[in-house]
């Protein structure tokens, strides 16, 4: 494994190496996979289902809009995120080493941090503590959910209540999606780690550097790869929310929930990149100083020279080049003084907003009658 990569690959992709599966270099790799995963999660409740004898069953399994978007969606999206967020996130990282952000007396350093966060990010170790919590998260819910409040698919006459599917979804499918959530906040989580070491290992950050944050605005661009994750997190909470709308509730007694799943994921993706805040705070102080005593300084000298006592100016004199010099450092000065110690991007943020908040669209749409769309169309015409 290269040096420079910072996540591992994880331990079930390993898995699928060695069995053969999917190959290295194989283009088609997210494709196999995802489709393995349909065919591991969605399609055994299918079949089940069916098997099951009860017509009951497979109406109201066909019926269950939030499995079908958990596993023909959202697992989907979970998986080709490795495709899009993690190669995107490597290179940030890399950032730091090809730049001068790095001193080179820490290079070591920043190689050890790289390598104790690729054996973070993917290993038996953490694999197995992932499971361990997953199949613990899984266990907690079949004790605590009541039996009744499950789907009818999952419902059988079984000594436990439920039914073949639903002892499938419950040993296989929901730890399979569980496990790729958990693993994905893993992996924020040492994105997150990261980031913390780098901002305490003394990085150059420079005070007039034209993107105003030190050199570190690229890292305010990670919230539009994250988007990415965003929408099937978006996607099971509106699945949800959608079984509840096909039931006969309204929309219009939920409008916490899109918002409530929108902010919870702008806090996950955006603020990593504030644990540079202290340090980009301390940039900035000395920056002040030190550009501000120069600006004053030359500021002085431009004056003493030009602005003497029956100093004549001219267009000649408006030519020399010392306008020209003090004007750009000024604009440097200016750089530092509006230097942001916080590491945002509004319109990063806002897709983050907008990917989660997507998969309720159509939920909303249902609660304005279809009479009232078609006058609108009219109007709008005419």
């Not at 190496?17 to 088609?28: K, P």
């Amino acid at each position: 494994m290269r040096a420079e990569v910072l996540f591992g690959e994880a331990t079930h992709v390993g898995i699928l190496r060695r069995l053969r599966v999917i190959r290295t270099g194989d283009h088609r790799e997210m494709t196999i996979r995802i489709a393995v995963a349909i065919a591991v999660a969605w399609l055994p409740l299918l079949v089940l289902s069916l098997v099951g004898g009860d017509t009951t069953g497979i109406s109201a399994f066909l019926r269950d809009a939030a499995v079908h978007a958990r596993f023909l969606l959202a697992v989907p999206l979970f998986i080709a995120a490795d495709y899009v967020v993690l190669p995107r996130l490597d290179s940030m990282a890399r950032y730091f080493a090809v730049t001068n952000l790095v001193p080179p007396s820490r290079r070591d350093e920043y190689e050890v941090v790289l390598a104790r966060s690729r054996r973070l990010s993917a290993g038996v170790r953490p694999s197995g503590m992932l499971l361990v919590t997953v199949y613990a998260v899984v266990a907690l819910l079949a004790v605590v959910v009541p039996k009744d409040l499950l789907p009818l698919w999952q419902r059988g006459t079984f000594a436990t209540g439920l039914s073949l599917a639903g002892w499938w979804h419950l040993a296989i499918s929901l730890p399979l999606q569980l496990g790729l959530l958990v693993a994905w906040l893993w992996r924020l989580g040492v994105w997150t780690y990261f980031l913390w070491r780098m901002a305490h290992m003394g990085l150059y950050l420079m005070p007039a550097h034209p993107d105003q944050a030190g050199g570190l605005q690229f890292l305010a661009y990670s919230p539009r790869v994250f988007a990415t994750l965003a929408l099937p997190i978006g996607i099971v909470v509106a699945g949800t929310m959608a079984n509840k709308v096909i039931a006969g509730a309204s929309p219009l007694g939920h409008e916490a929930t899109p918002i409530v799943t929108a902010a919870v994921t702008l806090v996950l993706f955006a603020t990593p990149p504030l644990v540079f805040t202290r340090a980009l705070l301390s940039a900035w102080r000395a920056g002040v100083y030190r550009y501000g005593d120069l600006a004053a300084r030359a500021g002085e000298a431009f004056e003493s020279r030009w602005l003497a006592e029956g100093q004549r100016l001219d267009d000649e004199l408006l030519e020399r080049p010392d306008f020209s010099a003090t004007t750009d450092l000024y604009a440097i000065a200016t750089n530092v003084y509006a230097m942001r110690t916080v590491i945002y991007d509004i319109r990063g943020l806002l897709w983050v907003v907008v990917a989660t908040a997507l998969p309720f669209v159509p939920i909303w749409l249902t609660a304005i009658p279809f009479s009232a769309v078609v006058n609108h169309f009219v109007d709008a015409l005419f």
